[in-house]
């Protein structure tokens, strides 16, 4: 699990494809200080498992899965990349439950400065917005953002200077592709809502024989 705080911006050292085989290796500092084999790290938002690591250098297998639902398919050697480690039990949680599965891609439509601030709109579909609710959370590219405003395919979120230094965005330009991830909450709140039958066992079965 992650909670959306970027620990530092990566770079992308090497991307080898062969067929549906693929591995990445990432410059990093910070990150590394205690990493060990099989650790999880979000890279851009999607959690990739440690295979092996050398010096400054962490190598990961992706899957073609990962690729083709996320942007990772995108990146070069030289992209910088937003990374976070797991989340360790005694650690602070400052920003939202982040699974690092992401849900899909979006497309940024449109980029605003505002004061000190900076305006990003998001582009998605449906399966995506259905769960995006003003003042909600949403990772981009793995950062705990909050939702500033909704329209009927795109939302929108307010970045402060501190946030755009410390990862990718500021790098992002309108029509570039992001990861995003919903609220879990959200995504599990609807599950509970609309019970799947199984065996005719249903809310209503349950409570007419005094279960709830």
């Known amino acids: 699990m ?8 990566g770079t992308v050292k090497e991307i080898r494809r062969n067929g ?6 990432i410059q990093a500092d910070k990150i590394l200080s205690d990493v060990h084999l099989g650790d999880s790290i979000a890279v851009n938002g999607v959690c990739l498992t440690v ?20 942007s990772l ?3 070069r050697t030289g992209s910088p ?12 949680f400052g920003g939202h439950i982040v699974s690092g599965h992401i849900d899909g891609t979006g497309n940024i439509i449109n980029i605003k400065n505002d004061g000190i601030a900076v305006w990003y709109t998001i582009k998605a579909d449906s399966g995506i917005m259905r769960y995006i609710v003003e003042k909600g959370s949403v990772a981009i590219d793995g950062i ?3 939702v500033a405003k909704v329209g009927a395919d795109n939302f929108s979120v307010s970045i402060i200077p501190h946030t755009s230094g410390q990862t990718i965005l500021s790098s992002k330009k309108s029509g570039d592709i992001v990861n ?6 959200g995504k599990y709140v609807e599950k ?3 019970p799947v039958k199984t065996n005719g066992i249903d809310m209503n079965f349950l409570d007419e024989r005094g279960f709830l």
């Open 51 to 70: 295979t092996s690591f050398d010096g400054k250098i962490f190598q990961a297998d992706v899957m073609n899965e990962t690729l083709s639902r996320s």
């Open 144 to 146: 705990s953002l909050t």
């Open 192 to 194: 509970l809502m609309n």
């Open 2 to 9: 992650f909670t959306g705080i970027i620990e530092e911006v």
């Open 73 to 75: 398919r995108t990146l």
């Open 81 to 92: 990349v937003n990374l976070e480690r797991a989340m360790s039990a005694g650690g602070r």
């Open 180 to 185: 995003l991830e919903n609220d879990i909450i």
């Open 20 to 25: 549906n085989n693929s591995f990445i290796r």
